[in-house]
């Protein structure tokens, strides 16, 4: 009798286990790429239909090797789930489902991936009364700071390597740059305003029908507009009697 109820009492476990198993395979089969041992892990539960204990000792090994980031893994998203039903988060569970939104999306270095492991574990500790709202404050804070220097960092980053692009366009172009720095500004403002214009023009849309390539279409947008000066209307060349038609038109 006392070996039936021992064996009742332990079937639950069990099919718990063999859960946790299936789950943790759905898991790890959306997860790309994924590393060998992994690929391993699930060759291994799926050939023992999940059955934990039909696996051998090494592969046992493996599995409780690979099931520690997932149950990690699994805290996290529970804790996730808890706080996106709050209607009015404090700006700490912001950031922690703002963090697990970009965990879950693989966008997360180790750096910012450790940053929510701890939030995760501050917070635990703060609902065990372990730590009081104010720590929780002041370590957001400590994050934000960082956030900021990366922020201030990726900036000045992304500015030196524009300049750099900048400077080896001069170079590229065979041109020396200008000494005021504000010139050069209002150089790549108006070449953009010219070939705004230009590309919205009817006889660079109708040449762009023939060419698909950028290159190809203004190389022979330009021919276009050489072959117009070949024309004449009357005794005036075309190109000219347009100029002053034009003239004109913007005088009146």
Known sequence: MTQEKAKKRGRPAKLLQVA??????????????RTDLQNQVIDDLQAEDFN????????????????KPYREHIKLKTLFDQLSTFPEPTEYETKF?????????QEL???????????F????RFKAQ???????????????????????KADNQRKFELGGAVIAAFKKMNKKIPEDVSQVTNLIIGNDNFCEKISQTD?????CKHEDIYSKKVELFIKVLDGFTTYKYGDQKLFEYEVEKQKRENTK
């Open 203 to 207: 006889l660079y849309q109708k040449v």
């Open 20 to 33: 946790e198993l299936h789950d943790f395979v759905e898991y790890l089969l959306e997860k790309h790429p």
């Open 130 to 152: 372990e730590l009081q709202m104010k720590d929780l404050e002041l370590y957001l804070t400590q994050i934000q700071k960082k956030d900021e220097g990366k922020k201030r």
């Open 121 to 124: 574990t501050r917070y635990q």
């Open 109 to 119: 270095g180790n750096s910012e991936l450790n940053i929510l492991k701890t939030m």
């Open 97 to 105: 489902i703002e963090l697990f939104k970009s965990y879950k999306n």
């Open 52 to 67: 934990f204990e039909m696996l051998s000792e090494a592969q046992q090994i493996l599995v409780r090797e690979a099931l």
